[in-house]
């Protein structure tokens, strides 16, 4: 079965950035498990000096299901009123990615 990676980055303050990935887990993720078609998130980060870098790949079933999310227009970024407070910048439009291979051992 062929899987989408959406690739999403931001950069928030080091006080701020824990801010989003509560946001995140808390709010988005309960979200996106009622979606057809979405099958999981990573947050990612790389803590800077003054900055976190933030990286973020949800993962769909199909265009389809990436519509249901974002609409007509999956290539713009949905960012929500909250995340849009706490992100010092964020892209505004998103790279969908098809999955070729995965191994994710936990």
């Given at each position: 079965m062929t899987m989408l990676a959406r690739y999403f980055t931001a950069t928030a303050s080091p006080e701020n950035a824990p801010r989003y990935y509560a946001f995140f887990r808390d709010t988005l993720?309960?979200?996106?498990?009622?979606?057809?078609?979405?099958?999981?998130?990573?947050?990612?980060?790389?803590?800077?000096?003054?900055?976190?870098?933030?990286?973020?790949?949800?993962?769909?079933?199909?265009?389809?299901?990436?519509?249901?999310?974002?609409?007509?227009?999956?290539?713009v970024a949905v960012v929500e009123p909250e995340a849009r407070e706490i992100l010092a910048s964020f892209d505004t439009h998103i790279t969908t990615y098809t999955v070729e291979f995965e191994s994710v051992l936990r």
């Open positions: 993720t309960p979200q996106l498990k009622q979606l057809p078609g979405h099958r999981g998130a990573l947050v990612m980060s790389h803590a800077r000096v003054d900055i976190v870098e933030i990286l973020v790949l949800t993962f769909w079933d199909s265009a389809e299901a990436i519509r249901g999310f974002a609409g007509e227009t999956p290539d």
